[in-house]
């Protein structure tokens, strides 16, 4: 069974960085398409950016040119870099495959103040 965790959410004023990390367990990482996804209160779950195993990415419109996906496949984890954040990225982030087909993990809260 696959294990998500993800870390390096925070507290941040407008403009700011953060880089979260998701941490897999299991060999068959290097083989996923891997995304992350987030949930802002009273609102769906939704990608925001994707990484295929041969580092294809795709990113919502949203956070284009701000949000940077990697992978470390030796390393079973999928980064996300965030620059200039925004209040209204406010959220809950979590990684998962693109298809979302591994159980989720706890997420990390990411707070952006104006």
């Known amino acids: 069974q696959v294990q998500l965790v993800e870390s390096g959410g925070g507290l941040v004023q407008a403009g700011e960085s953060l880089r979260l990390s998701c941490a897999a367990s299991?060999?068959?990482?290097?083989?996923?398409?891997m995304g992350w996804y987030r949930q802002a209160p009273e609102k769906q779950r939704e990608l925001v950016a994707s990484l295929t195993s041969n580092y294809l990415t795709n990113y919502a419109d949203s956070v284009k040119g701000r949000f940077t996906i990697s992978r470390n496949n030796a390393k079973n984890t999928v980064y996300l870099q965030m620059n200039s954040l925004k209040p209204e990225d406010t959220a809950v982030y979590y990684c998962n495959t693109g298809d979302r087909t591994w159980p989720w993990g706890q997420g990390t809260q990411v707070t952006v103040s104006a």
């Open positions: 299991g060999s068959i990482f290097r083989f996923a398409t």
